[in-house]
């Protein structure tokens, strides 16, 4: 597995991932259309701030069970964190954060987040 580094626009919001990321999974519930994540899953023990963790802000909504993290300075959303359907708790990576990866390369997964 291959350790990347990715961050916000400015950089004041930065992180490490390890995983290998062939695809990615765009989903188009309320948020994320308007986002334009492009959202990879991982454990949190493969996910690692750098930066301080007062410089993220956080948004909730709807049943308020998953955190949307983005940096206050540029308004960019680098990750969030949740549950999964198993229970387990896991991270969600925007790979548009990540520049060493190659977003044409991805398989990209559809995900119907709007019928929830």
């Not at 991805?106 to 929830?116: M, R, T």
């Amino acid at each position: 597995m291959s350790t990347h580094a990715g961050s916000c626009h400015c950089g004041k919001v930065a992180f490490e991932v390890t995983g290998n990321f062939g695809g990615a999974m765009v989903c188009n519930c309320s948020y994320c259309r308007r986002s334009g994540h492009m959202l990879a899953f991982t454990t949190p023990e493969h996910f690692r701030l750098t930066t301080r963790e007062a410089d993220v802000s956080t948004y909730l909504f709807n049943t308020q069970k998953i955190g949307h993290y983005f940096c206050s300075s540029c308004g960019i959303s680098t990750h969030g964190s949740g549950a999964g359907p198993d229970g387990k708790r896991m991270v969600a990576v925007n790979l548009r954060c990540v520049p060493d990866i190659d977003l044409d390369t991805l398989e990209v997964q559809a995900f119907d987040g709007a019928k929830l």
